[in-house]
Protein backbone atom coordinates (compact mmCIF):
# COMPACT_ATOMS: atom_id res chain seq x y z
CA UNK A 1 0.00 0.00 0.00
CA UNK A 2 0.92 3.81 -0.93
CA UNK A 3 0.01 6.44 1.15
CA UNK A 4 0.53 10.15 -0.12
CA UNK A 5 0.22 13.20 2.33
CA UNK A 6 -0.18 16.72 0.65
CA UNK A 7 1.17 20.05 3.08
CA UNK A 8 1.66 23.78 2.35
CA UNK A 9 -1.91 24.83 1.99
CA UNK A 10 -2.93 27.85 3.53
CA UNK A 11 -5.04 31.49 3.33
CA UNK A 12 -3.60 33.95 1.10
CA UNK A 13 -4.42 36.82 -0.72
CA UNK A 14 -4.81 36.84 -4.51
CA UNK A 15 -1.77 37.59 -6.58
CA UNK A 16 0.25 35.46 -3.84
CA UNK A 17 2.51 32.36 -3.67
CA UNK A 18 2.57 28.74 -2.45
CA UNK A 19 4.26 25.73 -2.98
CA UNK A 20 2.46 22.25 -2.12
CA UNK A 21 4.50 19.47 -1.11
CA UNK A 22 3.27 15.89 -1.40
CA UNK A 23 5.25 12.75 0.17
CA UNK A 24 4.47 9.40 -0.49
CA UNK A 25 5.78 6.46 1.33
CA UNK A 26 4.94 2.69 1.98
CA UNK A 27 6.05 -0.32 -0.58
CA UNK A 28 7.63 0.94 -3.79
CA UNK A 29 5.34 0.07 -6.90
CA UNK A 30 6.21 0.50 -10.59
CA UNK A 31 4.75 4.42 -11.35
CA UNK A 32 5.95 6.71 -14.17
CA UNK A 33 3.98 10.00 -12.98
CA UNK A 34 2.78 11.67 -10.04
CA UNK A 35 -0.12 14.44 -10.81
CA UNK A 36 -2.13 17.16 -8.91
CA UNK A 37 -5.74 17.55 -8.82
CA UNK A 38 -8.35 20.25 -7.09
CA UNK A 39 -11.77 20.49 -6.38
CA UNK A 40 -13.72 23.69 -4.67
CA UNK A 41 -16.87 22.73 -3.27
CA UNK A 42 -19.59 21.92 -5.53
CA UNK A 43 -17.37 21.10 -8.61
CA UNK A 44 -15.55 18.17 -9.81
CA UNK A 45 -12.37 17.21 -9.22
CA UNK A 46 -10.47 19.17 -11.92
CA UNK A 47 -6.56 17.96 -13.46
CA UNK A 48 -4.34 20.52 -12.53
CA UNK A 49 -0.77 19.14 -13.12
CA UNK A 50 1.42 16.03 -13.83
CA UNK A 51 5.22 15.18 -14.08
CA UNK A 52 6.93 12.20 -14.98
CA UNK A 53 9.50 10.31 -13.28
CA UNK A 54 11.31 9.68 -16.24
CA UNK A 55 12.77 12.15 -18.77
CA UNK A 56 11.24 15.10 -17.05
CA UNK A 57 8.04 15.83 -19.03
CA UNK A 58 4.90 17.78 -17.39
CA UNK A 59 1.49 18.70 -18.49
CA UNK A 60 -0.84 21.66 -17.18
CA UNK A 61 -4.27 22.45 -17.46
CA UNK A 62 -5.16 25.68 -19.43
CA UNK A 63 -6.32 27.36 -16.36
CA UNK A 64 -3.28 27.33 -14.41
CA UNK A 65 -0.25 27.27 -17.74
CA UNK A 66 2.13 30.28 -17.02
CA UNK A 67 1.67 30.38 -13.35
CA UNK A 68 2.14 26.80 -11.59
CA UNK A 69 4.82 24.87 -11.59
CA UNK A 70 5.26 21.14 -10.89
CA UNK A 71 8.71 19.47 -10.13
CA UNK A 72 9.59 16.53 -8.18
CA UNK A 73 12.44 14.60 -6.28
CA UNK A 74 12.65 11.10 -7.57
CA UNK A 75 14.96 10.27 -4.39
CA UNK A 76 12.56 11.35 -1.96
CA UNK A 77 9.38 10.00 -3.67
CA UNK A 78 8.44 13.80 -3.27
CA UNK A 79 6.45 16.16 -5.69
CA UNK A 80 5.81 19.88 -5.23
CA UNK A 81 3.63 22.47 -6.85
CA UNK A 82 4.69 25.78 -7.17
CA UNK A 83 1.79 28.24 -7.42
CA UNK A 84 2.31 31.82 -8.49
CA UNK A 85 0.10 34.59 -8.47
CA UNK A 86 -3.07 32.65 -6.91
CA UNK A 87 -6.77 34.18 -7.80
CA UNK A 88 -9.69 33.51 -6.10
CA UNK A 89 -10.74 30.67 -8.62
CA UNK A 90 -7.49 28.91 -7.65
CA UNK A 91 -9.65 27.94 -4.12
CA UNK A 92 -9.92 24.26 -3.36
CA UNK A 93 -8.51 21.51 -1.91
CA UNK A 94 -5.58 19.92 -3.29
CA UNK A 95 -5.52 16.16 -3.96
CA UNK A 96 -1.58 14.75 -4.76
CA UNK A 97 -2.15 10.99 -6.97
CA UNK A 98 -0.09 8.57 -8.24
CA UNK A 99 -1.43 5.95 -10.70
CA UNK A 100 0.03 1.86 -10.59
CA UNK A 101 1.12 2.30 -14.45
CA UNK A 102 1.02 5.23 -16.69
CA UNK A 103 -0.32 6.18 -19.77
CA UNK A 104 0.85 9.59 -20.39
CA UNK A 105 -0.20 12.12 -19.59
CA UNK A 106 -3.12 10.42 -17.44
CA UNK A 107 -5.27 13.47 -17.02
CA UNK A 108 -8.41 11.94 -15.74
CA UNK A 109 -8.86 11.16 -12.24
CA UNK A 110 -9.76 7.43 -12.58
CA UNK A 111 -6.58 6.91 -14.03
CA UNK A 112 -4.96 7.26 -10.51
CA UNK A 113 -4.83 4.40 -7.91
CA UNK A 114 -3.45 6.29 -4.68
CA UNK A 115 -4.76 9.67 -3.41
CA UNK A 116 -3.63 11.78 -0.49
CA UNK A 117 -6.12 13.41 1.78
CA UNK A 118 -5.80 16.61 0.26
CA UNK A 119 -5.04 19.99 1.35
CA UNK A 120 -6.91 23.34 1.36
CA UNK A 121 -5.83 26.35 -0.55
CA UNK A 122 -8.13 29.26 -0.06
CA UNK A 123 -7.08 32.31 -1.98
CA UNK A 124 -8.95 35.44 -0.74
CA UNK A 125 -9.61 38.66 -3.07
Known amino acids: QVQLVESGGGLVQAGDSLRLSCAAS????????MGWFRQAPGKEREFVAV????????DYADSVKGRFAISRDTAKNTVYLQMDRLKPEDTAVYYC??????????????????WGPGTQVTVSS
Open 26 to 33: GRTFSTYT
Open 51 to 58: VSWSGGRT
Open 97 to 114: AVPKTSSWPNRWPHEYDY
